[in-house]
């Protein structure tokens, strides 16, 4: 199946733009019961396709990859970037005229992060600490927001799991709205610093 | 089954790849049919939370530095299970 015959309603569908280190970061967030990865990825890249001409960010010339394992970017449009991520049903898609840029979304109920090895290699001591003085759910809800922090700040650098995620910082705080996922946009600057924005929905917010 | 039933498991290529197999299948994210030792990885999409904990797994179960570019480095289990092996011997 691909995005042109995906006809069932989206569960979730929102979208806006965070302006993030004096870059806008257009976004766009739902849910597609029944969706099968490729049925995802096709969709992202109609979103964003979608996303670029309504705001007329650049010229849409597609994506292309630099490697086999390097995330897609605008074809031809050096200075813009895009970014998708998908986890179960749930797509977030990012594109900015002008940064680098990461996005990414962890769908509940986040079980794995229940894992003592990941919490061990994702953390600082600090999150660490952070996740230990939590109740279950609160901790895998923090963990998630941790991780899709560092793994939205990576893809903006395009380093991904090269970066120690022990010594990044995910500037996450343990006080959550109530939304079925934790995600991230995050801008990588000119001078390389990375600025990270925790996506809440606005009828989400309490 | 997790690393941490595991004291420090016998290092040798065929036993790697049978142990990389049975983590991916505990992490219930990939068809279990999928998950041979020739199936390309790139075929797998193994999210990356499980690329990560599987990478400090490995460490546990077999005391080597491993990060997550060996998942990109190389284009099967077998061949990462290989990668694994060779290291170990050096220990």
Request: net charge negative; with cysteine; proline share 5%.
């Amino acid at each position: 199946m691909t995005a042109a015959t995906i006809s069932s309603p989206l569960a979730l569908d929102a979208r806006g733009t965070a302006a993030i280190a004096g870059h806008a970061v257009h976004w766009r967030l739902g849910t597609v019961p029944g969706a099968s990865r490729a049925d995802l990825s096709a969709l992202a890249r109609a979103w964003l396709e979608e996303i670029v001409n309504a705001r007329d960010l650049f010229a849409w010339n597609g994506l292309t990859r630099a490697s086999a394992t390097a995330k897609p970017r605008p074809r031809n449009a050096p200075d813009a970037d895009v970014s998708i991520s998908h986890s179960s049903t749930m797509l977030l898609v990012g594109a900015c005229a002008d940064a680098r840029i990461g996005v990414d979304i962890e769908a509940g109920p986040f079980r794995a992060f229940d894992s003592p090895a990941l919490v061990r290699r994702m953390c600082t001591p600090h999150e660490s600490t952070t996740a230990q003085s939590l109740d279950d759910d609160a901790r895998r809800r923090y963990l998630a927001r941790v991780w899709t922090s560092k793994e939205a700040q990576t893809k903006a650098t395009g380093t991904g799991l090269v970066t120690d995620f022990r010594t990044l910082d995910s500037g996450a705080r343990p006080h959550f709205p109530l939304q079925p996922f934790e995600a991230h946009l995050a801008v990588a600057d000119r001078d390389a610093v990375l600025h990270a924005h925790t996506l809440v929905l606005e009828d989400s917010r309490d | 089954m997790s690393s941490t039933e595991h004291d420090k498991v016998a290092a040798t290529e065929e036993s790697i790849a049978q142990w990389l197999m049975d983590q991916l299948a505990f992490y219930e994210q990939i068809d279990p049919e999928t998950i041979t030792p020739d199936a390309p990885l790139s075929e797998m999409e193994l999210d990356s939370i499980y690329v990560l904990t599987l990478c400090t797994e490995i460490e546990d179960a077999y005391d080597l530095e491993v990060d997550a570019s060996i998942f990109a480095e190389h284009g099967t289990l077998r061949e990462v299970a290989a990668e694994l092996a060779s290291r170990a011997a050096d220990g």
